[in-house]
């Protein structure tokens, strides 16, 4: 019995503990990004709602890309959970003029609309992570994103427990390219690409596709992490909003199957 107890208690320190809701009151549906290799590895096999996670580019020159890589898994979000009210996007005013602007109408071509999303411009970067939290307690938000410097520990734990209470996801995209101390429930490490060929334009430039790393996962099983070894090479379908495993074997073609022996898709050449 001890033992056990100590067991329930490491739990709940890691966060492994299953989250229960009222009685009546139905379950959220999962956050998921597709792909099962990652998905194990998650807590739950999902992304928690309730937290804080750090997406950063290997060079800072990737953050446009990166940014790619979270409205991809924006458009992930369950139905239910994107009536919750728009998408909350802060952006520091040097990565605005860094980077530029989020392009609103280029929305259009995903399944989201403009009017789903409310940039902010936050204009010292020191403000960031304050004005973030202050979102983040807006219950009637689908997700906060931030693109500045990652908030230190105090501020991302901040972040969480402000997280906690609304049920509102705050996803940092962190251009200072440092891995400092933080509370984020998953870390990730992103690059671009060369993607497969997009089959209605064949000649055009392929479809999106990244490098994935999950560098941690609190609460997360460890064990069935598929990127200890090397990282996850994913494209996205803009048509189906899935993530498709990028085949190692043949350059610019993609897996049908998420089995690490699937069949590969035919390209289209004889």
């Known amino acids: 019995m001890i033992l056990d107890d100590l067991k329930a208690r490491i739990a709940r320190i890691e966060g492994r503990t299953k989250r229960f809701t009222a009685a009546g009151e139905p379950q959220p549906a999962p956050w998921t990004l597709g792909l099962d290799h990652l998905d194990d590895a998650l807590p739950q096999h999902a992304l928690p709602y309730d937290a804080c996670h750090d997406f950063t580019p290997l060079i800072k020159t990737d953050v446009p890309q990166v940014a790619g890589f979270i409205f991809a898994l924006l458009q992930r979000l369950p139905e239910e959970h994107r009536r919750r009210g728009p998408i909350v996007w802060c952006q520091t005013a040097f990565n605005c003029r860094e980077y530029g602007r989020v392009y609103a109408p280029g929305l259009l071509g995903s399944s989201f609309s403009p009017d789903s999303f409310i940039f902010v411009s936050v204009p010292k970067e020191r403000d960031l992570a304050l004005v973030l939290e202050e979102c983040v307690r807006v219950p009637r938000l689908a997700a ?127």
């Open 144 to 270: 906060v994103v931030g693109e500045g410097p990652a908030p230190d520990f105090t501020a991302s734990r901040r972040l969480t427990l402000a997280a906690q209470e609304s049920h509102v996801p705050c996803l940092i995209l962190n251009t200072s390219n440092s891995l400092g101390a933080s509370a984020a429930a998953t870390r990730w490490r992103i690059a671009p690409i060369a993607g497969p060929p997009d089959r209605e334009d064949p000649e055009g430039p392929g479809l999106a596709a990244w490098s994935i790393t999950l560098a941690r996962a609190r609460g997360g099983n460890a064990a069935l992490n598929p990127t200890l070894a090397s990282p996850l090479k994913a494209a996205w379908n803009h048509e189906t909003h899935t993530f498709h495993l990028v085949s190692p074997f043949r350059p610019g073609t993609a897996l049908e199957s998420q089995t690490a022996y699937g069949q590969i898709q035919q390209s289209g050449q004889s």
